[in-house]
């Protein structure tokens, strides 16, 4: 069975609905990425997936010994989380909430789990910096950091190169591509239909018209050869 399946989801806000009829499934291994017009709803699916929303109807459905709270994920960044005064170790410490449940502190073992994802991100020597003193692809880099400690499963990133300069852009699709590499699964909304197209293996599309299927599928089909030369003139930026 799927990571995640989703069957007939609905979703949107109160009684509005933003994307519908969506139907798709994520495996062990997979790279989704999820495109699409501005206000398709894209982020709405997202935290939809991760019960921070209710859908509307539908079902979403976990599987193959995923449990709900075995999913690491990345938001979008607002100006006042990216001036939070904290270190870079608290912050990514902070992603081991889930493991402590009623344990008001950090045992050993998630103190070294921390350790380990800021190792694996090479922002080791960070540890004891001010989150806020940071680039803006360093905040990413300890967010991912943080995502990775809530799981070892499924990361699901929300634009995470959204105002990065090329070079970090290039960078953190390749730390990405790593991870999944290493046998995570990522579910990632991007802006970027070509680095979706060079690095996933599934596309779902969403907005007026609905797709799902491979990389090489959606390059294939009217929906995918549209939107793509869409983007590459310009219509579309999100």
């Known amino acids: 069975m799927a990571f995640i399946t989703v069957t007939d989801l609905s979703l949107g806000y109160d009684t509005q609905v933003v994307a519908c009829d969506l139907n798709f499934s994520v495996s062990k291994g997979d790279y989704l990425c999820i495109v699409g017009e501005n206000g398709s709803g894209k982020t709405t699916l997202m935290k939809t997936l991760l ?6 109807s539908g079902k979403i459905e976990t599987g193959d010994g995923l449990k709900e709270n075995e999913i690491g994920y990345l938001p979008q960044q607002t100006i006042v989380q990216k001036d939070f005064p ?6 990514v410490l902070s992603g081991c909430q889930g493991r402590c449940g009623m344990r008001p502190f950090y045992n050993r073992e998630e103190k070294e789990l921390a350790k380990e994802n800021m190792e694996r991100m090479g922002i080791t020597h960070l540890a004891g910096c001010c989150y806020r003193e940071l680039s803006g692809g360093q905040q990413q880099r300890v967010l991912l950091a943080r995502a990775l400690c809530a799981t070892r499963k499924i ?11 090329p070079v970090v852009t290039a960078q953190m699709y390749e730390l990405i591509e790593g991870l999944n590499k290493d ?7 991007s802006h970027d239909i070509s680095s979706a197209a060079k690095y996933a293996s599934h596309i779902l599309h ?7 299927g491979t990389k090489e599928e959606y390059l294939n089909s009217d929906i995918g050869r549209i939107f793509i030369e869409r983007w590459k003139g310009g219509e579309i930026n999100g």
């Open 51 to 56: 019960h921070l929303k209710e859908p509307i």
């Open 86 to 91: 904290a270190s870079v170790r608290e912050i």
């Open 155 to 165: 990361l699901l990133l929300d634009e995470p190169v959204a105002g990065l300069d």
């Open 183 to 189: 046998g995570i699964t990522i579910i990632m909304i």
């Open 206 to 212: 969403i907005g007026n018209r609905l797709f799902f």
